[in-house]
């Protein structure tokens, strides 16, 4: 099918799904969303031209993981979105089983989308293809077709190019897997963004003292921040350790001093982005403030997936709220971006309370979009508990020095749950979405995203203790 053939199958879609999204109650209000179909990695992410650009991985026509349009949201403020055509749909021949994850840059007053053209072959088997295409208004682009092919030593699994120009030349990650089915990060190095060299292995499973570590790296993003590199990275095929990598895949960064010349990247242990259940695919962008900002698929391809009940409307999975990071130490902190507070509608609660031994409600914090904070000024005892709409449970052990996060599973409506360690809890900043929470603790310290679909008339909030704990609530309608 043509481009324009394609477009219009998506906009027909959209437009029969819109009674249904209509009805949904857990279409979320302050987090972007597909119009129609399954949303999953972000990507490009850019400030260009006085706006905010997010593209994304999308399936126009199903909740399945099929051949990848990118689609797009522009914004001056990140609170208000517009929603443009999509930027890449998968007509061309190097892309025509999806056009799948990648970043952008500017150049020359121009917009450069780097991204993977997907192929299945005949006999089902995978090719891909490094692309590109520019814009002069980042709304429309002219594709330039592959501008990198499959080196030797990879499998196919070979894809999500990130981009971004350092002392006059421009650099790309790329996640891999070589021949020996170990998880890589790739480097390729240009000039002009249409000839690039490859630069082989910037880390991996087995490189750098790091052992084995997984079968397939997605999603590389490299970037200096502070006096350190950071490397972001989604390496699937981890086995749970602990209270680590408790999802199927996960998602995380490596700091330590990279060298251009030599490709050389020194580094310290992986640590994991996000504590929940529903984070993946993470991607950062510096802004026009200098800030570096992150957002993240608030979903993952589970064996729960399948179960969401927004399937039954015509839709699946959003997007994280934009995060602020940086480096305190040698950990990563993430922080909301300073925009959201413009989402508040009003300060419904302020008060410092104490919780001794027993279960608190209050009328003001209750309901189901919301932002909240805590400031623990006391606590004597062993557990601090939030239950949120008869669905979440947030839990901190004191004794155990645990911070644990409980829903109710969408499979089968059994009790399954995150943790993280966690050696005191000072604060506690949630922002609660209709059917999502983003947990934000001690001051970005630890964070832990999840979805959860909970009955439309349940807006119960309680708090209850094991001891005492003296604590200053606020809480904003958003």
Not at 302 to 323: C, F, K, M, S, V
Not at 414 to 422: A, G, K, P
Request: proline share 5%; hydrophobic share 35%; with cysteine.
């Amino acid at each position: 099918m043509n481009q324009q053939e394609l477009l219009q199958l998506a906009s027909k879609k959209i437009e029969e799904n819109k009674p249904l999204i209509a009805k949904d109650f857990n279409r979320l209000q302050f987090h972007l969303m597909p119009p129609v179909g399954l949303l999953n990695d972000p990507n490009g992410l850019i400030y260009f031209n006085g706006a905010y650009h997010v593209f994304y991985q999308w399936n126009p026509f199903d909740t399945t993981h099929g051949a990848k349009f990118w689609g797009h949201y522009t914004s001056k403020d990140l609170i208000s979105w517009e929603e443009q055509p999509p930027a890449l749909v998968p007509s061309e021949w190097y892309e025509k089983n999806g056009c799948y994850s990648g970043s952008a840059v500017e150049h020359n007053g121009k917009m450069y989308l780097f991204y993977t053209g997907n192929v299945k072959n005949e006999h089902n088997e995978r090719q891909t293809y490094q692309c590109m295409a520019v814009s002069s208004d980042g709304i429309t682009f002219e594709k330039k077709g592959p501008v990198i092919y499959l080196p030797d030593g990879y499998t196919p699994h070979f894809r999500d190019p990130k981009v971004w120009q350092q002392n006059g030349r421009w650099y790309m990650v790329l996640g891999a897997q070589n021949d020996q089915e170990e998880g890589q990060v790739v480097l390729y190095t240009s000039l002009d963004l249409e000839n690039w060299e490859f630069k082989g292995p910037l880390a991996g499973g087995n490189l750098n003292g790091l052992g084995d570590f997984g079968y397939m790296w997605e999603c590389p993003d490299l970037f200096r921040l502070g006096a350190q590199d950071v490397l972001l990275v989604s390496p699937q095929g981890l086995e749970p350790a602990g209270h680590l990598y408790q999802n199927l895949f996960q998602s995380g960064y490596f700091i330590g001093n990279w060298t251009p010349e030599t490709n050389q990247y020194e580094h310290g242990p992986f640590i994991e982005l996000d504590r929940g259940f529903d984070f993946y695919a993470p991607q950062t962008f510096e802004d026009d403030q200098g800030r570096r900002l992150l957002y993240a698929w608030m979903g993952l391809t589970d064996d729960t997936e399948a179960y969401q009940p927004t399937i039954a409307n015509g839709w699946i999975h959003a997007l994280t709220i934009p995060r602020e990071i940086e480096i305190k130490g040698n950990k990563l902190y993430q922080k909301p971006a300073v925009e959201l507070t413009h989402l508040r509608k009003s300060l419904d609660f302020q008060q410092q309370v104490s919780i001794e031994n027993e279960v608190k409600t209050w009328t003001e914090i209750n309901g189901t979009v919301s932002e909240i904070r805590l400031e623990m000024s006391q606590m004597e005892g062993t557990h601090f508990e939030i239950t949120l709409r008869e669905n979440l449970k947030l839990r901190f052990n004191q004794a155990e020095k645990l911070f644990t996060l409980e829903r109710k599973s969408f499979k089968d409506g059994t009790t399954e749950s995150r943790s993280c360690e966690l050696p005191i809890l000072t604060d506690i900043h949630l922002f609660l979405d209709t059917s999502s929470i983003e947990i934000f603790l001690n001051g970005g310290q630890e964070v832990m995203t999840a979805r959860f679909f909970a009955e439309p008339f349940e807006q119960t909030i309680t708090f209850s203790s094991n001891g005492k704990i003296d604590v200053f609530i606020e809480k904003w309608s958003l």
